[in-house]
Every structure is written in structure tokens, then in C-alpha cells.
């Protein structure tokens, strides 16, 4: 006979993945899709939603196809997807518009306003969650300010995964980890109407979803969902977190015996504790980061810089540049694979950088939609590769300082996204961190936290530790200890880099209202 499959899907931002699992948690076929959205001269990043169905639907066949057992073996399916941003559906379940991501850029101007007003107190005791621009609560507030006809026009604001959850079910509704940070109350888990008189949305509470916890609760697939896919019709699918908290569960944040914390350094970057209850989480006085909530009861306590990889591409993409201009032509992947040894041998000082490379600003350990990269310290003896290096220096600074805003740093990180299967940055990381860093052989995280998710609800573990031991930590890898010498560099370049982005407040405002008179 052919073993039983779970399907963990991950509709990330730049690829959306069907994965399948055994029932032990090895990964056993893989389909994927490169994702598609638009950036606006206005600062708007949308996502074409019907598209998205039609691309998860491909991905999903892709992977049906590929298993032995065909379509009879899988148990379940279980969705995550991409966080923050607003998809809204009309009363037949119909987007109203685009799908807006968590790069849009578009309310800037009211996430300052809200930051900056007597309302950010209670949001933020709340929620223990603060606000920026990338998030569903600014989005909708700046949508009943700028264009409330589309509001009206609207019966439900969504999430990436819970549109897909809507198109395999027919079921609205929204899971524990999205609903909770942006609209809950952390201690009581459920919807605060504090928070919503707060954010002045009261005329569109009807916008927020049910919220499902997919450990207990699933929806049948629909006959229609089914027939296009080409799985039965009445298959279990499970809600599953946002895609940060089902790679955290990937990576095996969730163990209360451990004192671990977890670093996704992929085109953003995310840095998290586990907090086994409400009584242990820290609120920070600059009001910043998230407080996601696991199925349970425990937390994750989250710091994101907005942009991580995303500094990597940038400066590589400017070599490109250079070396086509000379003639010579160079993949990414290519100039990637001769990096490791190069950055190593740099001056670390050289070159400070700041890594707030994306255009809709910074969120962590600081909310500035106007916050900006920058190269500072330079003179007539820094090189290429001591920039290059600087660009490193400033990610692993950048994390330091979001695990300085969580209260303190774990005894141990683990490693995942793509920056992970760099050599040079895991080892600047333990460093900069002063603790051990192990990357874990999950190369899916989000799609098996996701389906961990799915093995609970099933019944094939109890809860998310047992699973979490059985299917995670047989693939943590040998840590990369901290090099002592390299760790007193960073304690060293530390006060540097506080300094520097704190200085730049100013700066960036003035930048800003520069560009503004030239456009």
C-alpha cells in the first residue's frame, strides 16, 4: 500500500509551494510556482487574486501527479501564506481589488499618523503588536480614509491564506496568529473591540473574519476545488498559521523546555522568542515588533527588519551592473558562490551600513516608513568587498539589535531562509549574537509547519512540542559556535550602529521632503 500524504502549501511572496509528507515529516515531492505582483508609481505592491487561485490550483496538480499514491493517499491539506497586507472579498466571495501586500508602501503617511496619536497606547497593550505601515488594521484605516467605497463594496478582509482557504472551502475565516496580532487581545485571544474603536474602525467590524484554529478545526474542500485540483472532494484542510509562525514551528521554535529563539533571514527578516504564555511577554517602550500567538496558548515574540536578503540582492545587482558594463556577464548565483571567502577576508568598519533597503521603510526594533539604507565611515581605502562586507555586518547588526528589543538574546538561534545556506553569514551571526546558531535540514519550513499543524488536528500527535521533537529536531544540524575574537569585534561595531540609525531620523525626513519637491 501506499503510505498516507499531508500537503503543506505556502504562498509566499516570491514562490508558492505544494509540498507532501509522510506521516513522520519527510518531505516526499515538491511543486512550485514563481508568484506575481505589480509594484505602483504610487507605492502600491498588489497581487492579482484571481491569478493566485489559478497558480495555486497549477501548483497543487503539479504535486498530485507526483505521488505514488496519487490523490487516494493524502489525509490533508494545509495552507499558510504570505503576512500582513489586505485582500478583500465582496459578499459572493469576489475580490473587490488587487490583493495588497505587505510591501505596499501606500499607507505610510497614516501609519505615522496612527503612531504618533493617543490611540497607539491601547493598540499596542492590546495587541502587544506594533504598528506599521505593512499591516490589515493601517491598510483598512487608510482605505476608509482615502477610498471608503471599496470598503462598502466589501463583506470580508482577508489574508493571502485565508483567500485560498476561502477558494478549497468556501469557508471565511481567519486563523490564530493573523487575527490575533492585528486585531486581539493577546491575554484573552480573541477579537478586542478596544482595538477597533481605537484604529476608529467600528463601521467596518463586520470586515474581520471568524477566527479558526486549524489544530482542532478543519473544512471540507469543496466539490468545485476538488475537480480542479484533482484531489477528493471533502479532504480536510487546515488553516494553518502565516507563513512566519509556520516556519517557526518548521524550525522547531515551539518547545517550552528550550530556550531558543529563531532568525529567518530571507528577502525580509525575522527574528523571534518562544514565550510559553501571556504572563511572559515583554512589551518594549518604542511599541514595536509582534506578539503572534501559537495554537495553545505560547507566543512567538517577533522583531522584523523589513528588508534582509533584500540588501544582498541590491549590492550584487549593482556588480552585475558594473561587470556587464566591462562585458562580463554574471548570474547572481554565480558572484553568490565566490562571496563566502571574500566577505570573510574584509575589514569589518570599514564601511557602516544601514539595511533598510525597502522603499516602504523599516518596522523593527523601529517603525519609519521613511527609514532608508545608507553607507557611512567610508574614505579613499575602502574597497569593493569591505563594502560588501559592511552590507553583511549591517544584517547581523540589524538582528542583534531586533533580539536587544525582545529583552534578551536565547541561548541558542536556529537558521532558516534563504541566507542560511550562506557560510559567512551564519558565522557573523553567532558572533554578532554571542550564541551557538543551528541550521535545521528543512528546506520547506513553512510548508511542514504547516502541515505539523495538520498532523495535530489529525491526531497523529497530541500537541506541538510532541510533533516538533518527532519531526524537527532529528534534522538540526552541528551549531556554528561564536568565534570569541569575531564576537569582541561586533561588541565593538555595536554602539556604532545604534548610533548611526538613530542619528539618521532627521536625515530621512529631510531626504523625503526633498524628493517630494523634485517629483
Partial sequence: MNPEVLIGLDAGTSVIKAVAYDLKGHQIAIAHRRNAYTTLPNGGVVQDMARTWQDTVVVLKELVEQLPGGSAS??????????????????????????????????????????????????????????N???????????????????????????????????MTGITASDVSEAGFTFGSYKEGTYSEDVVDALGLRAYRHLLPPIVDGTRQTHAMTAQAASLIGLPAGLPVCLGSV????????????????????????????????????????????????????????????????????????ALGLMREVLAAAGVEATQADLLARLDDQVLAARPGAAFYLPYISSAGERGPFSEPLARASLSGLDQNTGWFDILRGVFDGLVLASRDCYTALGRI??????????????????????ALRAPVKTVAQ?????????????????????????????????????????????????????AYLSTRKAMSETWHAQDLARRKLS
Fill in 74 to 131: 493524502v489525509r490533508a491539506l494545509a495552507v499558510t501564506g504570505q503576512g500582513d497586507g489586505t485582500w478583500l472579498i465582496d459578499a459572493d466571495g469576489k475580490p473587490v481589488d488587487d490583493g495588497w501586500l505587505w510591501l505596499d508602501a501606500r499607507a505610510a503617511e497614516t501609519a505615522r499618523d496612527l503612531c504618533a496619536s493617543d490611540a497607539i497606547d491601547t493598540i499596542y497593550r492590546e495587541t502587544a503588536t506594533g504598528l
Fill in 133 to 167: 505601515v505593512c499591516q490589515m488594521r493601517t491598510h483598512l484605516v487608510h482605505l476608509a480614509r482615502t477610498a471608503p467605497e471599496l470598503l462598502k463594496r466589501s463583506a470580508a478582509a482577508l489574508h493571502c491564506k485565508d483567500w485560498l482557504y476561502l477558494k
Fill in 243 to 314: 507563513d512566519v509562525m509556520c516556519c517557526a514551528l518548521g524550525a522547531g521554535l515551539h518547545d517550552a523546555s528550550a530556550d531558543r529563539g529563531m532568525t529567518i533571514l530571507g528577502s525580509t527578516g525575522m527574528h523571534m522568542r518562544f514565550v510559553p504564555g501571556a504572563g511572559e511577554v515583554v512589551l518594549n517602550p518604542d511599541m514595536t515588533g509582534y506578539t503572534m500567538p501559537f495554537p495553545g496558548g505560547a507566543f512567538a515574540q517577533i522583531q522584523t527588519n523589513m528588508a534582509a536578503t533584500l540588501n544582498i540582492d541590491w
Fill in 410 to 431: 536565547p541561548g541558542e538561534i536556529h537558521l532558516t531562509g534563504g541566507a542560511a545556506k550562506s557560510a559567512a553569514l551564519k558565522k557573523l551571526l553567532a558572533a
Fill in 443 to 495: 528546506p520547506e519550513a513553512g510548508a511542514a509547519g504547516a502541515v505539523m499543524m495538520a498532523a495535530v488536528q489529525q491526531g497523529l500527535y497530541p500537541d506541538l512540542t510532541s510533533v516538533t521533537r518527532d519531526w524537527v529536531d532529528p534534522l538540526v544540524e552541528p551549531a556554528e559556535e561564536p568565534d570569541p575574537e569575531l564576537a569582541d569585534v561586533y561588541d565593538a561595531l555595536f554602539p
